[in-house]
């Protein structure tokens, strides 16, 4: 199996949560991840926007009331980022933290890889993935591609 597929599988594994509450987490720290990877440059243009949510559709982390959840959340984070960007970065940092030290940190992180690259990673997404890798204690080999 090569580098590729051992993070997607990874990115799949992502436990059950016990609690709602947990499954919550996992879900506010993916988009969460994903809005700051797609944010670091400025700004998430229609296309990237557009991209993201239907790589948000396909997470299996995300079915049925979830997804929807997800999205809302997806876009009121990247909705605010453009009124208050600082601010919204150490909310989502924040929301991110949450999961340091849990099981579903490194599948979370994976999964927002996955969602948020599309194509090769540039300087600025790259640094954005190693703070959130530094954030949820995960080693930065286990998820970049």
Partial sequence: MD??????????AVTSASEPD???QQIDALVAACVLIAQVDGAVTPD???RMVERLKSQP??????LETALQTFEALDARFDARPEETWVEA???IRRLKGRAEAEAVASA???VSIDGGLEAEERSAVLDICAWLD???LRVLP
């Fill in 48 to 50: 990237e926007r557009s």
């Fill in 138 to 140: 995960v080693s930065p």
């Fill in 61 to 66: 982390l995300l079915e049925g009331l979830e």
């Fill in 22 to 24: 947990d499954r919550r």
């Fill in 112 to 114: 927002a890889v996955a």
């Fill in 93 to 95: 940092e924040m929301m």
């Fill in 3 to 12: 580098g590729g597929d051992e993070r997607h599988r990874r990115a799949l």
